[in-house]
């Protein structure tokens, strides 16, 4: 029996979902090997629920921000996930969390990093500053998650052209096709990397 990739989905807020539909597309059009164990989510109104049950995906949800880190961790352990894949996860995860979890945890960033990462920098709000600085190009970032935003090691990038751009959402329009490409493509990368580690 070939030895599956444990992934699981961490979302906050009214996520809508976009890059998990992506990624749980690309990994059943080109069967990886990926268990997905489950999808957290933190209001129970989220989008992303819908697009949760359309793939038979588990969601959880964990509102009490008091004991989040707590019964994340739990979960994790329980299920062994091997990576955690930040969608649309707003918030900071703890230090302490981030030593006593074993796995990865991979986010994706919607700007070419280290510019115009860091907190508060999120979704629009970095479009808006992008398009503020007239800037030429912007582009995608997924990045390892340590203790401090957007600074863990970026595991790939891909830059756009963007000059021709007249507003910020059609920044963040040009910017998230391509997360949907690139999202995908590095978890498939880093599930064939572990199986051919741990056959
Ligand atoms: C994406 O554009 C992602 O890059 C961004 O939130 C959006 C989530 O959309 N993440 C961040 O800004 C993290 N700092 P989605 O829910 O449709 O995938």
């Given at each position: ?9 961490l ?57 989040f880190e707590?019964?994340l961790l ?10 955690v894949?930040l969608?649309?996860f707003?918030r900071k995860l703890s230090e302490d969390f981030l030593?006593?979890y074993?796995?990865?945890i991979?986010n ?37 998650v340590n203790e401090?935003y ?50």
């Amino acid at each position: 029996m070939q030895r599956s990739f444990n992934i699981a989905f961490l979302t906050s807020g009214k996520s809508r979902g976009s890059n998990f539909e992506a990624i749980m597309t690309h990994l059943q059009e080109r069967n990886v090997p990926i268990e997905t164990k489950f999808l957290i989510i933190t209001r129970a109104d989220a989008p992303i629920t819908q697009r949760a049950e359309k793939f038979g995906v588990r969601y959880i949800l964990l509102d009490d921000k008091n004991t989040f880190e707590q019964e994340l961790l739990a979960l994790l352990n329980k299920n062994n996930v091997h990576l955690v894949v930040l969608a649309g996860f707003m918030r900071k995860l703890s230090e302490d969390f981030l030593q006593k979890y074993s796995g990865d945890i991979i986010n994706i960033h919607p700007a070419l990093l280290p510019k115009f990462g860091g907190k508060s920098m999120f979704g629009m709000r970095v479009h808006e500053k992008v398009f503020k600085m007239k800037e030429k190009f912007s582009g995608a970032s997924v990045h390892y998650v340590n203790e401090r935003y957007d600074e863990g090691e970026v595991i790939a990038q891909q830059k756009i052209p963007i000059g021709h751009c007249t507003s910020a959402e059609e920044i963040a329009g040009e910017v998230l096709k391509i997360e949907h490409q690139l999202y995908p493509e590095v978890i498939e990368k880093l599930a064939h990397e572990y199986l051919k580690l741990h056959k």
